[in-house]
């Protein structure tokens, strides 16, 4: 997994650089400041979690965090807030756009274990903490083969048949779209990846 450190203080984003390395987080982004953070995110759309103070320059964790998640491309991305203070205002704002996590600071190293360590060991075991599950495009398509009649899929294309009707999509397009709902109300999904 790859993960962003959007922070302005160099000795934070150190603390953070140097636990989350324990963890065995393969590659590990810095900023500054919002700004410099949402054009790594743009430049490596793979990272997998983002770790976001409040009270940044340029642009605030709360704006850099509306942008994630206004954008389909990020919709995979788990984000820690790591902040000080967080206003009542703030906690509201963060509330809404469903964060996924809070670390103090001063720095809690249990707290952020707590809150890291789960969504870490999610991914590695192809699942996530909010019930969904990670697939290769390989393993889409050999599930999908072996679970579903209806269904006819090879490595280009999807084929859904019912009673007269078929729809068909190709599966980049599958990807690109990012997840696969199976029921509305359940919010169950399937996330798909090109590993």
């Keep these: ?41 743009n430049a490596n759309p793979n990272i997998g979690i983002i770790f976001t103070d409040i009270n940044m320059p340029s642009m605030n964790g709360i704006e ?16 820690i807030v790591i902040s000080e203070y967080i206003s009542e205002t703030a906690k509201e704002a963060l509330s809404g756009l469903k ?13 952020f274990n707590d809150t890291v360590i789960p969504i870490i060991e999610a991914r ?9 599950v990670d697939l290769s495009k390989v393993d889409l398509v050999k599930k999908i083969q072996e679970e579903s009649p209806l269904i006819t899929l090879d490595a280009q294309e999807l084929t859904i048949s019912f009673n007269k ?9 599958l990807l690109e779209f990012g997840k696969i709902k199976s029921d509305e109300e359940k919010k169950d999904y399937v996330e798909l990846k090109d590993k």
């Design 124 to 132: 590695k075991n192809g699942t996530h903490a909010d019930g969904g």
């Design 99 to 111: 964060v996924d996590g809070y670390v103090p600071k001063p720095f809690d190293l249990k707290t």
């Design 64 to 79: 850099l965090c509306k942008k994630i998640k206004s954008q389909q491309k990020f919709a995979h991305i788990k984000i």
């Design 1 to 41: 997994m790859k993960a962003l450190i959007a922070e302005d203080s160099q000795i934070m984003r150190k603390i953070v650089k140097t636990n989350l390395a324990k963890l065995s987080i393969s590659k590990i982004y810095e900023a500054p400041d919002g700004e410099s953070a949402l054009n790594i995110l």
């Design 165 to 173: 009707m078929s729809v068909t999509m190709s599966v980049d397009k």
